[in-house]
């Protein structure tokens, strides 16, 4: 079965940047859909940013503009690059992978497959 490891979350200020990666560890990840979600506390995971295998993305609105999701399939890893990040961009980040690769879901019973996450702290 695939494991996903997420890495390069920490604390920065409103305003700056973090680049997240996801680095996928199985067999035929060009075949897969992925995701980032993030999750806080008492709330349902929310879908951030997608992209299936054709290199459709999909965004939420309330972070369009400020990040991109980049895949490389060489590497089989995941990027979500986070810029001018505001406090409520605050949460655990997590990357998922989808079976159904034409999908560009956000929601998250879509996904099969989730790494342990990363945590994002911004300040204001």
């Known amino acids: 079965l695939p494991r996903l490891v997420e890495s390069g979350g920490g604390s920065v200020q409103a305003g700056g940047a973090l680049r997240l990666s996801c680095t996928f560890f199985g067999s035929a990840y060009a075949t897969y859909a992925m995701s980032w979600f993030r999750e806080v506390p008492g709330k349902e995971p929310e879908g951030v940013a997608a992209i299936d295998t054709d290199g459709t993305l999909s965004y939420l609105d309330s972070v369009k503009g400020r990040f991109t999701i980049i895949r490389d399939n060489e590497k089989n890893a995941l990027y979500l690059e986070m810029n001018n990040v505001k406090p409520e961009d605050t949460a655990m980040y997590y990357c998922?992978?989808?079976?159904?690769?034409?999908?560009?879901?956000?929601?998250?019973?879509?996904?099969?497959?989730w790494g342990q996450g990363t945590q994002v702290t911004v300040s204001s």
């Open positions: 998922a992978a989808d079976l159904q690769g034409y999908l560009c879901s956000d929601m998250a019973y879509e996904y099969n497959y």
